[in-house]
Every structure is written in C-alpha cells, then in structure tokens.
C-alpha cells in the first residue's frame, strides 16, 4: 500500500542507528566503551518544559501542564506550515505565566470500501484528537516519548492542545546539518520504542518531521492525527528487532480495561480491538525473535539500570 511505503520511505536512517547502537552495546559490555558509558550517563537529564520566552516553566508535573492546557486564556495564535493538514502555535497565558502549544482542529472521514485493499481500512479518520489518544496511551505504557496534550474548546471550536516543545530540531534537520547524536545506545533505545509504538497505532505518517529532539536529545514523537486504523496487523512489522525488557512487560498487561477509560470518546471501540490485535501480533513476533536469537539480543535492559551498571563500571575503572 502506499502509505506503507511512504511511512518507512522515510526511515532509512534508522538502520544504520541501530547498527551502530548494536556495536556500542557490545563494545560496552566488553569494557571497552568507557567515553560512550559517561556520555550516556550524562545523557540521563530529564527534559525541562520551557515558557514561551525559553525559560523553565514554574511546573513540569504533566498533571499541571494538562491543567495549563485546558484553562489557559489563548493571547495569539499563527499558523505553522509543517505537517499534512497544518497546526497553528497558540500563546496561552495564565496567572503570569506564558506558554506555547500547537493547536490541532483538522478532523475528517472518509469511506473508501471500494478501493481499499484491507476492508478494515475502508473508514480512515484523520482527527485531531487522536494526538491526546497517543500521549494517553504511551502514558499507560510508561513512555515519556508524546508531549501532553488534551481536548477543549478554542477559537469558537474543538481542538487538541499539545505543550510546544521548545528549542528542537526535526530528524531531517539532524541528517541535513549531519549532527551526529551523542549517544547510540540510547538512540537505540528511542528508535526501537518510536517503531514499536507506531506498529501498535498503526501510525502511517512517521517521518523525518514529526520527530522531534530537544537540546538534550530527548526524542519526542509528535503528529499522530492519521493513526489508529482499524486494521489488525501493524503497518511495519518487520522494522521491530528490539525493545526495551519493562515495555515489553508494560505491552503484554495492557487490556481493555485499561484502554476503554483512557480512549473512550476519542477512540471507537472498532479501533481499540484493532490496537489489542495488534498488539498481540507485536508481542508475537518479539516471542519469535527471542526464541530465534535469545532474550539477551532482543530485549533491552532498562535503559535506567544500563545507566547504573555502566556508572558502576566506570566508577570501578577509575578507581
């Protein structure tokens, strides 16, 4: 189909990440990657939400953030040309305080049984709001990848809200200025969750433009109106090769009774069954690999831990 091959068109970059990141584990485990151990620890920052004028917000909770989101008063808003259907950076202020967020208002339908090739792909929906179905349902699987987004009314309408992520720069950007990401092993950490989380919402529309870094390599995902179709089988399987051992826990306990709450009103109940099936192919084929070439070589350990056994490594090496 051709939104498959548009998808991963653009994903070539990743392989040679994964390549590398590969080596360095290895590299790592053989003690001899010593450089690389320090700059990961370093690498360990929590990314820090930044007000409009590029200082840190007087909250990072993301409890408060939705809260900013849904009650803040907007002061101005421009239109952005990035993306399919476009967004428009919203001021919002409140209480002294002045935030950026891309306000999303495209929603459409479309029934196209006659030409689709899978019947389940004959209603597509690109909506708006499926960007607060991503940030909630990566929430329930413990990533911190989404930016925080909620619905409300705007501008006499309704519209997703999502926290502007400031100081970044696109995937594309990184590749054209040839920036090389500090850290391989923990790219391969990120790359590895954004294929896993686009195979379980059928994500088509990943590219080099929605990816997102901050200025200390955080990896953020954005742009997910065109996600969770109805089809069962994800988009790119064959991408998967790795992920991380606590998502894998996190992806097997995931059920209906813990989506329908979170998604119920964005979602429709066709579409989370779609994301439970596929999510069990997901866990199927992850089971493969690690019978194929063993538990070590597919899933990750957490990368947290893998920042203590290299803190400790090194920590044993200078002393």
């Given at each position: 189909?051709?939104?498959?091959?548009?998808?991963?068109?653009?994903?070539?970059?990743?392989?040679?990440?994964?390549?590398?990141?590969?080596?360095?584990?290895?590299?790592?485990?053989?003690?001899?990657?010593?450089?690389?151990?320090?700059?990961?620890?370093?690498?360990?920052?929590?990314?820090?939400?930044?007000?409009?004028?590029?200082?840190?917000?007087?909250?990072?909770?993301?409890?408060?953030?939705?809260?900013?989101?849904?009650?803040?008063?907007?002061?101005s808003?421009?239109?952005?040309?990035?993306?399919?259907?476009?967004i428009?950076?919203?001021?919002?202020?409140?209480?002294?305080?002045?935030?950026?967020?891309?306000?999303?208002?495209f929603?459409?339908?479309?029934?196209?049984?006659?030409?689709?090739?899978?019947?389940?792909?004959?209603?597509?929906?690109?909506?708006?709001?499926?960007?607060?179905?991503?940030?909630?349902?990566?929430?329930?699987?413990?990533?911190?990848?989404?930016?925080?987004?909620?619905?409300?009314?705007?501008?006499?309408?309704?519209v997703?809200?999502?926290?502007?992520?400031?100081?970044?720069?696109?995937?594309?950007?990184?590749?054209?200025?040839?920036?090389?990401?500090?850290?391989?092993?923990?790219?391969?950490?990120?790359?590895?969750?954004?294929?896993?989380?686009?195979?379980?919402?059928?994500?088509?529309?990943?590219?080099?433009?929605?990816?997102?870094?901050?200025?200390?390599?955080?990896?953020?995902?954005?742009?997910?109106?065109?996600?969770?179709?109805?089809?069962?089988?994800?988009?790119?399987?064959?991408?998967?090769?790795?992920?991380?051992?606590?998502?894998?826990?996190?992806?097997?306990?995931?059920?209906?009774?813990d989506?329908?709450?979170?998604?119920?009103?964005?979602?429709?109940?066709?579409?989370?069954?779609?994301?439970?099936?596929?999510?069990?192919?997901?866990?199927?084929?992850?089971?493969?690999?690690?019978?194929?070439?063993?538990?070590?070589?597919?899933?990750?350990?957490?990368?947290?831990?893998?920042?203590?056994?290299?803190?400790?490594?090194?920590?044993?090496?200078?002393g």
């Amino acid at each position: 189909m051709k939104g498959k091959v548009e998808m991963f068109g653009n994903y070539r970059f990743q392989l040679n990440v994964l390549l590398t990141a590969v080596i360095c584990l290895a590299a790592i485990s053989q003690g001899k990657a010593k450089s690389l151990r320090d700059a990961a620890i370093g690498q360990e920052a929590v990314h820090v939400w930044l007000d409009a004028q590029g200082s840190p917000l007087p909250f990072q909770d993301d409890e408060e953030i939705l809260e900013f989101l849904k009650t803040a008063k907007p002061v101005s808003r421009k239109r952005v040309k990035e993306g399919r259907n476009g967004i428009h950076k919203v001021l919002l202020a409140k209480d002294g305080v002045r935030m950026h967020a891309a306000m999303r208002d495209f929603r459409t339908a479309t029934n196209d049984g006659q030409v689709a090739v899978d019947p389940a792909e004959a209603f597509f929906r690109d909506d708006y709001a499926f960007e607060v179905a991503a940030y909630r349902l990566s929430r329930l699987l413990g990533l911190d990848l989404v930016p925080p987004a909620v619905q409300r009314n705007l501008y006499g309408q309704p519209v997703s809200l999502q926290i502007w992520v400031e100081d970044t720069f696109m995937e594309k950007d990184r590749r054209e200025r040839q920036l090389e990401h500090p850290d391989p092993v923990r790219n391969l950490y990120q790359i590895s969750t954004v294929i896993l989380f686009d195979n379980l919402i059928n994500n088509e529309d990943r590219n080099e433009g929605n990816i997102l870094y901050d200025n200390r390599w955080n990896l953020w995902m954005i742009d997910h109106t065109r996600a969770f179709r109805r089809s069962g089988q994800p988009i790119a399987l064959k991408q998967l090769k790795y992920c991380e051992r606590s998502l894998f826990e996190r992806l097997k306990e995931l059920r209906w009774e813990d989506l329908w709450p979170q998604l119920r009103g964005i979602l429709l109940k066709s579409e989370v069954k779609a994301l439970l099936k596929r999510r069990d192919r997901i866990v199927r084929k992850l089971e493969s690999l690690i019978q194929e070439q063993g538990e070590s070589q597919v899933l990750l350990p957490e990368w947290r831990q893998l920042l203590g056994t290299m803190a400790d490594a090194s920590s044993r090496q200078s002393g």
